[in-house]
């Protein structure tokens, strides 16, 4: 069984800094991409920032600059650094991870964390 374990959400003030991580835990021989999404009550979740292949990252339009995927495959685990943040950027934001397989031979999987509550207020 394949969990994902979200840790760093809270409470910021405007143009604060908050770091979240993800750490999937399980019997796992391979991740192809993992990510973060985020939604707000009465919105659809979007995505925020993922990393996939070695080096190839995407961001949304509006968090390009301030925020940073970052991922330790050895440690199955991914980062997001979140800098000057804003109270749009209010969220509970998901860790994503795609194409999980538990051997060489098995099939990939998705899954999802349970989320962790990012405020920006003052």
């Known amino acids: 069984q394949v969990q994902l374990v979200e840790s760093g959400g809270g409470l910021v003030q405007p143009g604060g800094s908050l770091r979240l991580s993800c750490a999937a835990s399980?019997?796992?021989?391979?991740?192809?991409?993992m990510g973060w999404y985020r939604q707000v009550p009465g919105k659809e979740r979007e995505s925020v920032a993922l990393?996939?292949?070695?080096?190839?990252?995407n961001y949304a339009d509006s968090v390009k600059g301030r925020f940073t995927i970052s991922r330790d495959n050895a440690k199955n685990t991914v980062y997001l650094q979140m800098n000057s943040l804003k109270p749009e950027d209010t969220a509970v934001y998901y860790c994503?991870?795609?194409?999980?397989?538990?051997?060489?031979?098995?099939?990939?999987?998705?899954?999802w964390g349970q989320g962790t509550q990012v405020t920006v207020s003052s």
């Open positions: 994503y991870a795609a194409s999980v397989r538990l051997s060489p031979l098995a099939s990939g999987k998705n899954f």
């Open positions: 399980g019997s796992i021989f391979s991740i192809g991409a």
């Open positions: 990393h996939g292949s070695p080096g190839i990252t």
